[in-house]
């Protein structure tokens, strides 16, 4: 009987090896021989399922993109709308090792797509995911400006997210915390007030 | 008599090579060649100024942080305060070509100095620059927490200019002065309300 690999289990190690790796030493150190290394494989093994490094920082943006699919999806309800809203955005914070590991990701696989065209359609894909979970955060608080007020807290969001990257010593994940409260609060006075 | 060789005007023509490469091509078009060859210098020479793409990514940080530092001390006093504030803040958004390369060199060199530690103090002073303008901005038009609302500009506009790059389509300048200006009325409301 020939032997059979299974694809998907192969392909979850790799993310489980790659995952590792980033959280540990940052995504500059998700090199293919790194990876190869931390999953066990050979640097050859591992080219089976990506020949260059774009390649495999696209397997890890779309490992970025189900985790968070995977967190949202499993929020439990929260009747306090600005805590349930609070709740959704806090996924795309990088408030503890893991989120932050995957907003490395993403900047370094958005900074990599302004060069590379044939990273843009997943990071294009990406953008518009978080755009609409800021429109479902946004619509219960009754802001008159729907549309735009989503495209206020998206900016809001990955500029704190940024931020937090950038000056952790500032943008604490306690300060996210209330810098983005602050903006729901504010969005539910805008409301009160017209 | 030895020749003597300007140096402030050699980088003064240096700067303005790489400007033209970079709003003409982008900053990934900037490489030590390049620029020698925009500027009609030889690699060789270029080296005498530069060693490395860090150091030449350094050099056109540097050359943004002057210029945006240029355009807001030039800026005419405005009346209205939140006008005042919009013109400061327009200052780091990507309305135009010139501000867009600015961007580009930007978002560059922070991606580059999360794994080049030689960049960080370079990046730290860009940042808390920018927060000073956001403070500045900010206090003229009342708001109870001007730290806190320093900083939620701050990161309202880093992400702002994020999006104009990313989704140029969707994040127009006519968008991204919108929702700024948006944001500042809703600061100016927050005065009026408590």
New interface residues.
């Given amino acids: 009987m020939p032997k059979t690999v299974d694809h998907a289990e192969r392909r979850e190690q790799l993310a489980a090896a790659l995952w590792r790796l980033v959280v540990r030493e ?1 995504v ?1 150190a998700a090199s293919l021989r790194r990876v190869a290394a931390e999953a066990g494989w050979s640097v050859g093994s591992l080219r089976h399922y990506f020949d260059t490094q774009g390649e495999l920082l696209r397997f890890a943006m779309e490992l970025v993109v189900r985790r968070v699919t995977d967190r949202i999806a499993k929020l439990p309800p929260d009747p306090d709308r600005q805590a349930a809203a609070a709740n959704l955005l806090h996924q795309f914070l990088p408030l503890d090792a893991d989120r932050r590991a995957e907003m ?1 990701v993403w ?2 696989f ?2 990599r797509a ?2 590379d065209p044939s990273l843009r359609e997943l ?2 894909e990406a ?1 518009a995911a978080v755009r609409g979970v800021c429109r479902r955060a946004v619509e219960p608080l009754g802001a008159p ?1 729907p549309e ?1 007020e989503a ?2 807290l ?7 997210a ?2 937090a ?3 952790p010593d500032v ?1 604490t994940p306690d ?1 996210q915390r ?2 983005l409260a ?2 729901l609060e ?1 969005l539910a ?2 409301r ?2 017209r």
């Fill in positions: 940052g500059e490395e900047l370094a958005a900074s302004l060069v990071r294009d953008h400006r735009l495209e206020r998206h900016a809001l969001v990955d500029g704190l940024q931020h990257i950038v000056a943008t300060r209330e810098l602050a903006h504010s006075q805008v009160e007030v």
